[in-house]
């Protein structure tokens, strides 16, 4: 399977957590296209995220993991994003990084050549789609039940700006929510992030340097009552960015923070509010 769906434990309240980029599984035929080294793919995973977010079902919420490699296809970039030197014949904007990675973050190559269409169609009929579908339901679900629904899209990032970000060795906040200049989730959303993060003592930056990907644009409509935040957690606070191992003390300090950061979400239940974007 190359997602994990994993329901309530407890009553269902309209929180989804979505984990996009912690797989590191590869299908043969992306596999063989690929020429990024080992290494590059767990780097440029969103390693243990997932496990950090292991406690969001018993706080009601729902969790929805990938278990694809993002060198497979990239669920945090739209469809149209991609460009002719990734896939022959692609009309998108110019992107190493696109739906298809062409290069690691490093600025290895990523793949041998311009991948031809049908490998592309493949992999959104096989991995792309069923997730996006999966995840629209869960959304219309949760908001038919209980009048509005909070996504959390779950992810992490290098302690320090690398070559190629706009912030090349910049040291970056332990936690950064990117709601697109908060406007893709309601204040009372974003304010729970603050508390919550300043509770575990962590410094907080919002929209810099990430400011919400493909998830977060396509569902924050506080107006419509579907809230979406990105949550990007600085990995030296869990793991050592070297070795990709856990830091296991520190793992668990985080996977704390997650589970109250959901369970705080989960105590906005005031719908009416919530479709006028104001919880």
């Not at 311009?114 to 679900?141: F, I, N």
């Amino acid at each position: 399977m190359s997602f994990v769906l994993t329901e309530p434990r407890a009553p269902e309240v309209p929180v989804i957590v979505e984990v996009p980029h912690a797989g590191l599984t590869l299908d043969a035929e992306s596999l063989s296209t690929l020429v990024a080294p080992a290494l590059a793919i767990g780097r440029d995973a969103d390693l243990y995220v997932d496990e950090l977010y292991a406690d969001a079902p018993d706080a009601g919420a729902t969790l929805l993991s990938a278990r694809m490699s993002r060198y497979v296809c990239d669920l945090n970039r739209s469809e149209q994003d991609v460009d002719r030197d990734t896939v022959l014949g692609a009309t998108g904007r110019a992107s190493p990084h696109g739906l298809i990675w062409r290069s690691t973050t490093d600025n290895r190559a990523a793949i041998a050549r311009p991948l031809p269409k049908s490998e592309l169609e493949r992999r959104l009929q096989a991995y792309y789609r069923p997730y996006h579908d999966c995840l629209d339901e869960l959304v219309r679900e949760r908001l038919a039940r209980h009048g509005f629904v909070i996504l959390v899209s779950g992810h992490s990032m290098p302690s320090r700006g690398r070559d190629g970000h706009d912030d090349p060795g910049r040291d970056r906040a332990d936690v950064v929510p990117g709601t697109r200049q908060r406007s893709t989730a309601a204040a009372a959303v974003i304010e729970i992030t603050e508390r919550v993060a300043a509770q575990f003592h962590l410094g907080l930056a919002h929209d810099e340097p990430y400011r919400g990907g493909h998830t977060t644009v396509r569902y924050g409509r506080p107006a419509t009552g579907i809230h979406a935040i990105q949550i990007e957690l600085n990995r030296k606070l869990y793991m050592d960015e070297q070795t990709l191992a856990k830091k296991p003390n520190e793992f668990r300090v985080m996977r704390s923070f997650c589970r109250a950061l959901v369970e705080d979400l989960a105590q906005l239940r005031q719908a009416p509010l919530a479709k006028a974007g104001r919880i």
